[in-house]
């Protein structure tokens, strides 16, 4: 019964955990006082050094929250994933279920030419100047992954069954969409339509977000 009570109080206090760090995420971003939308040069740089700063604080969490048999089996480093035992198949094989998954994307992309755009070197030069598409393709991806996958999970996995922990794991990085709301009232859409635009964003980003958490899980 004891045994039962402290695994409960476990899984409780991991939980929390994460619900703390994915709130400290999102408030991160909204630390600054800036009078300028989202896609404001100034509004990206500032939240490049939000989170920054929190691929520092993540891994703290993760570390203080922690069970010390699982620290004296696995370092830091191990827990987040980054290891040179099996990095080999982790890189691959990830990248090939997920090239599968957006397949039919990727073959209209092949049809349309847009391939031999991404061959320019000149493409790439330009892009990497540009802070919009820095924060959607590098900045961002980078940092809600490291955040919401590789300091969280390892917390949950300690607890829960590896399963529900791959489902549970998404709900945070979910939820942490739904910032996303203030942002569109602010431009002008109306409370309902919102809500039915960050619901959809909940959906499908939990569900990205399970699939992402089952291949760390598993590499």
């Not at 100034?42 to 050094?49: G, N, V």
């Not at 000149?122 to 955040?147: G, K, Q």
């Not at 964003?201 to 291949?215: D, I, M, P, R």
Request: include cysteine; proline fraction near 5%.
């Amino acid at each position: 019964m004891e045994a039962h009570r402290l695994k409960e109080f476990s899984c409780l206090t991991s939980a929390g955990a994460c619900f703390v760090l994915s709130v400290i995420y999102v408030a991160s971003l909204y630390i600054w006082n800036s009078p300028h939308n989202r896609d404001h040069p100034s509004t990206i740089k500032k939240r490049f050094l939000s989170v920054f700063i929190m691929m520092f604080i993540s891994p703290l969490f993760l570390y203080y929250f922690s069970q010390e048999h699982i620290l004296q089996k696995a370092t830091i480093w191990q827990l987040l994933g980054l290891r040179l035992h099996g990095l080999i198949p982790a890189i691959i094989i990830p990248m090939f279920l997920t090239m599968v998954l957006f397949l039919g994307p990727l073959s209209l992309q092949g049809f349309s030419g847009l391939w031999k755009l991404y061959a320019e070197p000149m493409y790439w030069l330009t892009n990497v100047t540009n802070l919009i598409w820095l924060r959607n393709h590098v900045v961002a991806p980078l940092s809600e992954e490291f955040t919401f996958r590789a300091c969280m999970l390892p917390l949950l996995l300690q607890c829960f069954r590896p399963m529900t922990a791959v489902f549970v794991c998404p709900l945070f990085f979910g939820v942490a969409h739904f910032h996303h709301m203030v942002e569109r009232m602010r431009n002008g859409l109306d409370f309902k339509r919102a809500l039915m635009i960050s619901c959809f964003q909940f959906a499908y980003t939990t569900l990205f977000g399970a699939y992402s958490a089952f291949l760390f899980a598993k590499t």
